[in-house]
């Protein structure tokens, strides 16, 4: 039987450059005339609510068949210690390499931990004791959590999409990007409704560069595989390589779940509206009544349309929040930042005004409870006519609001696109993959 081997990274970047994919890459060119991919190369994103990981939040792993472990685990190891020599990582990161055989996204133990690691906080002291019990080989440290949660991720039958990444000479690490928004949003028209998060409608530009001094040059994102290297058109410098990954982002799997609200957990929480403010800067803070008691939901002034209809919630709205527990509070309620927002049931009310004389048509006065009203203009007075009660007209409608293009999280599903399912591994060409365009 055919040895499978799955070696994942995590945290193999640092304040000075690189990056976890951009390793993975490098590393794949290493060994990939000893090996058999049997899978795509995996972009896996992480709670991005974790306050000491960058906001992506991503690891990525390696699925092939080879006969030892034992080669490409040193050969990793080795790797890693030469790429992050000259960028040493920050003193709370620590790149970690995890590496396992057989079917491991199969493996209960794994998959849970996976789990766990999309919306909740994952300790070290656990991740070490899953290595030590399943008898895996491992190396590093805080990048351990990544690079565990990595094995469990992105087995048979769950939503996945793409992302090509490509990477920038090293020559050119430290100069501005040059993608061209307007080839870009040409191409985006020609596709079909599989691009995913990579033109911003509402500022006109792309949403696909980084800002970082990372080696990514872009990465273009969304359910077509082979479509998405039409891209490389709006490209005008020219690139390292490229790589193409299978990724759980923007599929909202297992990101949020129906538990008690802890600091940095992703949790999808519901109930009344009890109050609305809006700040000096355009934050809008939406005090919820749940069941988990009361707490107060932030929307960003950045998230555009998710803020905008935020602002027009009242008293009564009855709502749905998709998002990430802060640990601090406003006022005295815990704070959630609001990833998303689903509008139930919109509360109808009414104002009540006083009434207008029927004889001169001027705004009329009470007397007095039960006592009717007076016109002070032509003196008309009755004790029949009541307050005029007017339904106010809502330009809040039920529905799901997100936040625009190039604000939604790596993990967040966008409403309308379909994504496929995986049902088996099978080889893939790394030559399809993986495109080297010019020697550093």
Partial sequence: ME?????????????????????????????????????????VRLN??????????????????????KEIFEIAKNLVDEYTNPRPPS???KPGIVITQGKVWEDENFKNFYKKALSDVVLLDETINILEKNKVLYYGG????????????????????????????????????????????????????????????????????PNGPDPILSGFRGSCEELLWKYESSLCETPHF????????????????????????????????????????????????????????????????LNEAAKLLVNGDYIKVQGSVRPYFYNSNPTISAYSME???????????????????????????????RCEKCGFESKYINKLKIRIDRRLLPGIYMPETGE???????????????????????????KVYANP
């Fill in 3 to 43: 040895n499978i081997i799955t070696i994942s990274f995590d945290d193999i970047d640092s304040q000075y450059g690189g990056c976890t994919t951009h390793f993975t890459g490098i590393f794949l060119h290493e060994i990939k005339d000893k090996i058999k991919l049997i899978d795509y190369p995996l972009l």
């Fill in 48 to 69: 991005p609510g974790i306050p000491w990981k960058t906001r992506g939040n991503a690891s990525t792993a390696l699925r092939f068949i080879y006969d030892d472990p």
């Fill in 91 to 93: 003193p709370n990161k």
């Fill in 142 to 209: 805080k990048g351990l959590i990544g690079a565990t949660a990595a094995q469990g991720s992105l087995g048979l039958y769950e939503p996945y999409t793409f992302e090509l990444i490509f990477y920038r000479l090293p020559d050119n690490w430290n100069k501005d990007r040059c993608v061209r928004d307007d080839l870009v949003l040409k191409i985006e028209k020609s596709l079909p409704a599989c691009s995913i998060n990579n033109y911003d409608y509402i500022k006109e530009k792309t949403s696909v560069k």
């Fill in 242 to 305: 490229a790589l193409l990954f299978r990724s759980n982002q923007h599929t909202s799997y297992g990101l949020f779940n129906d538990v008690h609200p802890y600091p940095y957990r992703n949790v999808e929480i519901e109930g009344y509206v009890s109050n609305i403010k809006i700040l000096p800067k355009g934050h809008v803070i939406v005090s919820l009544n749940t069941k988990y008691g009361m707490f107060d939901i932030s929307f960003y002034k950045d998230t555009g349309p």
């Fill in 343 to 373: 509008v139930i049931y919109v509360n109808q009310y009414e104002k009540e005004f006083s009434p207008r004389c029927p004889i001169c048509g001027s705004r009329m006065k009470s007397l007095g409870h039960n006592k009717g009203y």
């Fill in 408 to 434: 939604l999280m790596h993990l967040q599903k966008e409403k309308y696109i379909q994504l496929p399912i995986l049902s088996s591994l099978n080889y893939v060409n790394i030559n399809k993959i993986f």
